[in-house]
C-alpha cells in the first residue's frame, strides 16, 4: 500500500505472504510482489488474492516510487480490482492511491497514504471501495528501537488509531508488537534474517473474533 517506500530499494527483490484472518478458511488470501529499481526510480509489479472457489477477489498492482529530494519520498500505485463469485459473474475497477515520506530529522519519520484517492466503484450497483487515510510517525531513539504511531481513517466509517513497538536484538533477529483502537487488536511479529533474506511470522489477535496468521519471505538479488 506505500508506494513510497520503494524509493529506499536498491536491488531487485521479491516478496510474499499467506494469511488467514480469525482462523477461517473463506478469509485466506496470499500475495507476491517483485520490486525492480533503476535510475528513474523504482517500480513494483505485484498480485493479491483473496477467498475461496465461492468468492474470490484478485488485485493486480503496478507501484511506482522515487527519491524527490533529499528528506522527501513519493509514489503512485495503480490497483486492478477483480471480483468473480460463481453463476453470479465478474467485476474489475481501478484504483488510484497515494504516498509520500518525509524525514523530519534523524530519528522521526513521517508518512501518508491516500488509498483508492479516485472513489472507484465496482459492479453493476457500484458498490464503492474503501477510501482510506493513514498517516504515521517513526521514531527510532537508536538504530535498534523504533516506535510507531499512525491514524488510519476510512472515508465511511471511524478512525483507528495503531500503535507499534519493534525491537532488534540481534542483526539477524526482529520483535514487533503493537495495539489497535476500537477494535481493541493485540499484534505481534517475529523476523528472522538468514543472509539477507527475511522470514516473518505475524499474528493480531481479536477479543471476539480470534486470532488471524500471516507468514512472509522477502528475498534480494545481488549485494
Same mark, same amino acid.
Given at each position: 500500500?506505500?508506494?513510497? +517506500? %520503494? /524509493?529506499? !530499494?536498491?536491488? #531487485?527483490?521479491?516478496?510474499?505472504q499467506?494469511g488467514?484472518?480469525? *482462523?477461517?478458511?473463506? $478469509? &485466506?488470501?496470499?500475495?507476491?510482489?517483485?520490486?525492480?529499481?533503476?535510475r528513474?526510480?523504482?517500480f513494483?509489479?505485484?498480485?493479491?488474492?483473496?477467498?475461496?472457489?465461492?468468492?474470490?477477489?484478485?488485485?493486480? +498492482? %503496478? /507501484?511506482? !516510487?522515487?527519491? #524527490?529530494?533529499?528528506?522527501?519520498?513519493?509514489?503512485?500505485?495503480? *490497483?486492478?480490482?477483480? $471480483? &468473480?463469485?460463481?453463476?453470479?459473474?465478474?467485476?474489475?475497477t481501478v484504483?488510484?492511491?497515494?504516498?509520500w515520506?518525509?524525514n523530519?530529522?534523524?530519528?522521526?519519520?513521517?508518512?501518508?497514504?491516500?488509498?483508492?484517492i479516485?472513489?472507484?466503484?465496482?459492479?453493476?450497483?457500484?458498490?464503492?471501495?474503501?477510501?482510506l487515510?493513514?498517516?504515521?510517525?517513526?521514531?527510532?531513539p537508536?538504530?535498534?528501537?523504533?516506535?510507531?504511531?499512525?491514524?488510519?481513517?476510512?472515508?465511511?466509517?471511524?478512525?483507528?488509531?495503531?500503535?507499534?513497538?519493534?525491537?532488534?536484538?540481534k542483526?539477524?533477529?526482529?520483535?514487533?508488537?503493537?495495539?489497535?483502537?476500537?477494535?481493541?487488536?493485540?499484534?505481534?511479529?517475529?523476523?528472522?534474517?538468514f543472509?539477507?533474506?527475511?522470514?516473518?511470522?505475524?499474528?493480531?489477535n481479536?477479543?471476539?473474533?480470534?486470532?488471524?496468521?500471516w507468514?512472509g519471505?522477502?528475498?534480494?538479488?545481488?549485494?
Open positions: 500500500m506505500d508506494p513510497a +517506500s %520503494l /524509493a529506499m !530499494g536498491h536491488q #531487485i527483490r521479491f516478496a510474499g499467506t488467514q484472518r480469525y *482462523n477461517l478458511k473463506p $478469509l &485466506s488470501h496470499q500475495n507476491f510482489a517483485g520490486e525492480i529499481p533503476s528513474w526510480g523504482n513494483a509489479l505485484g498480485i493479491q488474492t483473496f477467498g475461496v472457489k465461492q468468492y474470490k477477489e484478485s488485485t493486480f +498492482s %503496478l /507501484a511506482y !516510487g522515487r527519491r #524527490i529530494k533529499q528528506k522527501l519520498l513519493g509514489g503512485v500505485t495503480v *490497483n486492478m480490482y477483480s $471480483l &468473480s463469485i460463481p453463476n453470479y459473474g465478474s467485476a474489475t484504483g488510484i492511491s497515494l504516498a515520506q518525509v523530519l530529522n534523524d530519528n522521526i519519520r513521517w508518512g501518508t497514504i491516500l488509498h483508492n479516485n472513489g472507484p466503484t465496482i459492479g453493476k450497483s457500484k458498490d464503492p471501495l474503501p477510501q487515510i493513514l498517516s504515521a510517525l517513526s521514531f527510532h537508536t538504530k535498534k528501537i523504533s516506535i510507531q504511531i499512525e491514524w488510519e481513517q476510512d472515508t465511511a466509517f471511524a478512525g483507528h488509531l495503531k500503535t507499534g513497538f519493534s525491537f532488534q536484538p542483526d539477524w533477529l526482529s520483535l514487533h508488537t503493537g495495539f489497535i483502537s476500537g477494535t481493541g487488536q493485540v499484534t505481534g511479529a517475529i523476523g528472522v534474517n543472509h539477507q533474506v527475511n522470514i516473518n511470522y505475524a499474528m493480531a481479536h477479543p471476539q473474533l480470534g486470532p488471524s496468521h507468514m519471505f522477502s528475498i534480494p538479488l545481488g549485494q
